[in-house]
């Protein structure tokens, strides 16, 4: 059983536990003046950022190095940060084309925790060791961390598991000398300050961890080659959308009209990389499948060693 005044004491001390003065009275403000108070109060996760930026490259190259291995970027975390953390791996597959496998979001207390709080889930070390251990993390994995208060035992149990079990980990949090910053390989703490409405850390807190989880995934994803310059050349055309996003990529890319675009993409299933070496270097949808497969699936890679061929 937690002691209620210890616990007082812990969060006390935390930057996102503090009352801000100057929204004493935020309930005597006119409406106005409340989003004006909101959009004052989120510039201040810019400023958080860019003081974490040195940390938040090291989770990046992390997370890119156990990705070239052929690991997972595995997200974990109770409450909005574990909710951010299923946001951010579920949108990975039509983005970047990866497997659902390949980033995933793993909260405390389970699916049903995605929708409805599931009452102390986040206090339990053991269930996060438990999660870890089921999802069957090894040495070529990269698990994060997430949680404002950088204490929450679930988390921090989920950590100790994955560092015992080879995985590199990355701690999220937005609170200085956080235990999870000690807990995990690389520490990421964006101190974003008392929010607006004191203690509600789904709110800057939870700004900040949305912009990190964007920028590891993201920048992770452009470090394995499953981008051609800012394009998503690895995109998964799974609607017309996509599809029209794919052939404006293919024209784009290789100075080609719509149809020749159209008639690369439909020969590549609708995979842009292979009809952009199509397009560019004359090759059969076979050849260009080959060519990528020799590049490590890296698009300008297999350009330049197609060159010769044009």
């Given at each position: 059983?937690?002691?209620?005044?210890?616990?007082?004491r812990?969060?006390?001390?935390?930057?996102?536990?503090?009352?801000?003065?100057e929204?004493?009275?935020?309930?005597?403000?006119?409406?106005?003046?409340?989003?004006?108070?909101?959009?004052?109060?989120?510039?201040?996760?810019?400023?958080?950022?860019?003081?974490?930026?040195?940390?938040?490259?090291?989770?990046?190259?992390?997370?890119?190095?156990?990705?070239?291995?052929?690991?997972?970027?595995?997200?974990?975390?109770?409450?909005?940060?574990?909710?951010?953390?299923?946001?951010d791996?579920?949108?990975?597959?039509?983005?970047?084309g990866?497997?659902?496998e390949?980033?995933?979001g793993?909260?405390?207390?389970?699916?049903?925790?995605?929708?409805?709080?599931?009452?102390?889930?986040?206090?339990d070390?053991?269930?996060?060791?438990?999660?870890?251990?089921?999802?069957?993390?090894?040495?070529?994995?990269?698990?994060?961390?997430?949680?404002?208060?950088?204490?929450?035992?679930?988390?921090?149990?989920?950590?100790?598991?994955?560092?015992?079990r080879?995985?590199?980990?990355?701690?999220?949090?937005?609170?200085p000398?956080?235990?999870?910053?000690?807990?995990?390989?690389?520490?990421?703490?964006?101190?974003?300050?008392?929010?607006?409405?004191?203690?509600?850390?789904?709110?800057?807190?939870?700004?900040?961890q949305?912009?990190?989880?964007?920028?590891?995934?993201?920048?992770?994803?452009?470090?394995?080659?499953k981008?051609?310059?800012?394009?998503?050349?690895?995109?998964?055309?799974?609607?017309?959308?996509?599809?029209?996003?794919?052939?404006?990529?293919?024209?784009?890319?290789?100075?080609?009209?719509?149809s020749?675009?159209?008639?690369?993409?439909?020969?590549?299933?609708?995979?842009?990389?292979?009809?952009?070496?199509?397009?560019?270097?004359?090759?059969?949808?076979?050849?260009?499948?080959?060519?990528?497969a020799?590049?490590?699936?890296?698009?300008?890679?297999?350009?330049?060693?197609?060159?010769?061929?044009?």
């Amino acid at each position: 059983m937690v002691d209620l005044d210890d616990l007082r004491r812990q969060l006390a001390e935390l930057t996102t536990e503090a009352v801000d003065p100057e929204f004493g009275e935020l309930d005597l403000m006119t409406t106005p003046e409340l989003v004006a108070a909101m959009i004052d109060s989120n510039r201040q996760v810019t400023d958080a950022l860019v003081a974490a930026s040195t940390d938040l490259a090291r989770a990046v190259d992390a997370a890119a190095e156990r990705m070239q291995r052929g690991g997972r970027l595995v997200y974990v975390g109770a409450g909005t940060p574990g909710r951010l953390g299923i946001l951010d791996a579920s949108e990975i597959p039509p983005t970047f084309g990866e497997p659902p496998e390949r980033v995933v979001g793993i909260i405390a207390g389970g699916e049903t925790a995605i929708r409805s709080a599931v009452e102390n889930a986040e206090d339990d070390v053991a269930a996060g060791r438990a999660d870890i251990a089921r999802a069957g993390i090894g040495p070529d994995d990269c698990v994060v961390g997430l949680t404002a208060s950088g204490r929450t035992p679930y988390v921090l149990g989920a950590i100790a598991e994955a560092r015992e079990r080879g995985a590199a980990t990355i701690g999220v949090s937005c609170n200085p000398h956080s235990e999870l910053t000690v807990a995990a390989d690389v520490g990421v703490e964006v101190i974003v300050g008392p929010e607006l409405v004191a203690g509600s850390t789904r709110l800057k807190a939870g700004t900040a961890q949305k912009i990190v989880l964007n920028t590891i995934s993201t920048l992770a994803m452009v470090r394995i080659g499953k981008t051609y310059g800012n394009r998503m050349v690895d995109v998964r055309a799974t609607n017309e959308k996509l599809r029209a996003r794919g052939v404006r990529m293919v024209m784009g890319i290789a100075d080609v009209d719509p149809s020749v675009a159209r008639r690369a993409l439909a020969d590549t299933g609708w995979e842009v990389k292979p009809a952009i070496l199509m397009c560019m270097r004359g090759l059969t949808a076979d050849a260009a499948a080959r060519a990528l497969a020799g590049s490590g699936g890296r698009l300008r890679e297999a350009l330049d060693r197609t060159r010769e061929a044009v």
